[in-house]
């Protein structure tokens, strides 16, 4: 049973700081991970999607990294924004998404 | 494009009605969906998978004579809360995938249910 944890849970940051998130699976027989934004109430916005065979894909101040030998993921935010302000959740693929808790970000101005 | 919608994005009922909820594929065909329940501050649990012509998969501990999942075209699915009670109130969210159920899931915006 795939199982995902991310770490940390909350975080509050400064305006500008470059963030890391991190996401674990324990099941690496996967076909892709996405990461994924939701805003409070909200639902999910798909912000990158890694292939199993690639090792990081970018988009604008994002990029997300993948070992999938190791089970880990992590999601880098360059120069914060209070705009990037809201939970970041991961989810590896193995035929179906199994997310994890997700890490809440609050950006401050 | 790629675009999945939900109807109704929020519905309230009595306790012992039922609601269906619908989720739609506007712009592709999608061979699965999947169904998930966000319960307040927490994560998207997945529900059941459904693939078109086929009856879903439900994950463990979710009844599927309470939450029936029909997916009779590649166009839309629809998951019905039967007899729905308080406890089933929660944020439904489903998603929608081509052509193999390992790619790239889009999920609807979501429908808020709430059971007085």
């Known amino acids: 049973k795939q199982e995902v944890t991310q770490i940390p849970a909350a975080l509050s940051v400064p305006e500008g700081e470059n963030l890391v998130l991190n996401c674990s699976f324990t099941d690496s027989a996967i076909y892709n991970l996405q990461w994924f934004r939701q805003d409070p109430g909200k639902g999910l916005t798909s912000l990158l999607l890694i292939q199993s065979s690639q090792r990081e894909q970018t988009s604008g101040r994002l990029n997300a990294s993948l070992d999938k030998s190791s089970g880990r993921s992590t999601l880098y935010i360059a120069a914060s924004q209070p705009g990037d302000s809201a939970t970041y959740l991961c989810?590896?693929?193995?035929?179906?998404?199994?997310f994890g808790q997700g890490t809440t970000l609050q950006v401050k101005p | 494009g790629a675009v999945v919608s939900q109807h109704p994005s929020w519905v309230i009922c009595k306790s012992g009605t039922s609601v269906k909820i619908e989720c739609r594929s506007l712009?592709?065909?999608?061979?699965?969906m999947f169904w998930y329940r966000q319960f307040p501050k927490q994560s998207l649990m997945l529900m059941a998978t459904s693939n078109e012509g086929s009856k879903a998969t439900y994950e463990q501990g979710v009844e599927k004579d309470k939450f029936l999942i029909n997916h009779a075209s590649l166009t839309l699915s629809t998951l019905t809360v039967t007899s729905a009670h308080p406890e089933d109130s929660s944020f439904y969210i489903c998603?929608?995938?081509?052509?193999?159920?390992?790619?790239?899931?889009?999920f609807g915006p979501g429908t808020r249910l709430t059971v007085l």
């Open positions: 712009d592709f065909q999608a061979t699965t």
């Open positions: 998603s929608a995938s081509a052509p193999l159920g390992t790619d790239t899931q889009y």
């Open positions: 989810a590896p693929n193995t035929g179906k998404l199994i």
